[in-house]
């Protein structure tokens, strides 16, 4: 943990996660229609939201190469994601599935505009079950904040991965 207190947070009840609870493809970024995991800031939340970790991890072994990435939203937007398959969020204090922060987490969503690739989760080679690891983790650790009004999704480059993500995040005041 870098200068980051997440005890410390995480004991004020600002510190929540989310993960798919079952194996979801991946989608691309050229499109709107976002499958596997999506987390949202929505526009006029009043909540920052600052990545503390990010992982995927295949369920299905790829018979291909693939890069898996996080990204994010372009810019904000005061358009909400539609047609959602909502994920529940818990608090990572362990007193269970909450409602009472600012994000949405979704394994299913109309995105309101496109994302870029933000950030390199890793690489599954065509062999992974001999040569490379099937669980991709990054401890971001604060490096990338959701502002109000805009989003991060895992996504891809190569073949469509099919598996469970899950994300840990920080919510604190937007300035």
Not at 55 to 62: D, E, I, L, N, Q
Not at 69 to 97: C, E, Q, R, W
Not at 100 to 107: E, K, L, Q
Request: net charge neutral; glycine share 8%.
């Amino acid at each position: 943990m870098s200068g980051i207190s997440q005890l410390e947070y995480n004991r004020q009840g600002m510190v929540f996660n989310a993960a798919n609870q079952s194996g979801a493809t991946v989608t691309l970024i050229n499109t709107s229609t976002a499958t596997g995991f999506i987390l949202s800031n929505p526009a006029g939340s009043g909540k920052n939201l600052a990545l503390l970790s990010a992982a995927f991890t295949y369920t299905t072994v790829p018979t291909a190469t693939a890069g898996v990435f996080l990204a994010m939203s372009v810019a904000p937007s005061p358009t909400a994601h539609a047609s959602v398959t909502a994920l529940n969020i818990y608090k990572s204090d362990g007193s269970g599935a909450t409602t009472a922060c600012a994000a949405r987490a979704y394994s299913a969503s109309t995105t309101p505009n496109l994302p870029v690739y933000t950030r390199a989760l890793g690489y599954a080679p065509t062999t992974p079950a001999t040569t490379g690891a099937l669980t991709l983790r990054d401890y971001v650790e604060g490096s990338l904040i959701l502002v109000p009004g805009t989003y991060l999704q895992i996504s891809y480059i190569g073949q469509a991965p099919v598996g469970i993500a899950d994300m840990s995040w920080l919510e604190y005041v937007a300035p």
